[in-house]
């Protein structure tokens, strides 16, 4: 496992963009799968973005598809998630998430961030 934290989160207005950071604390973040949730009031946590081991292979939800994107790079240990064209329904806590295998579900991660709240005013 690896313990992550997140920053980047906050208020901002529909139309407009977030990034979000995730530093692991260990060398070997490298050798996970970086990823972001998000889960809103009421709601089960779900899947959100992916990537793999270089930041060469990417995942995403189908409803932030052309709006997200993720990246990483490894020499700092940091995963991001560029969040332009936010809409009220992005609206919700973001967790980073990191496991061995590419995921697209919280059976299969392995590790946590302790969340980071983005609000979208309309």
């Known amino acids: 496992q690896v313990h992550l934290v997140e920053s980047g989160g906050g208020l901002v207005q529909a139309g407009g963009s977030l990034r979000l950071s995730c530093t692991a604390s260990e060398r070997t973040f490298s050798d996970y799968i970086g990823g972001w949730f998000r889960q809103a009031p009421g709601k089960e946590r779900e899947f959100v973005a992916a990537?793999?081991?270089?930041?060469?292979?990417?995942s995403y939800k189908d409803s932030v598809k052309g709006r997200f994107t993720i990246s990483r790079d490894n020499a700092k240990n940091t995963v991001f998630l560029q969040m332009n064209s936010l809409k009220s329904e992005d609206t919700a806590t973001y967790y980073c998430?990191?496991?061995?295998?590419?995921?697209?579900?919280?059976?299969?991660?392995?590790?946590w961030g302790q969340g980071t709240q983005v609000t979208v005013s309309s």
């Open positions: 990537v793999n081991f270089y930041g060469t292979s990417t």
């Open positions: 998430a990191a496991g061995r295998r590419f995921f697209q579900t919280t059976r299969e991660v392995e590790s």
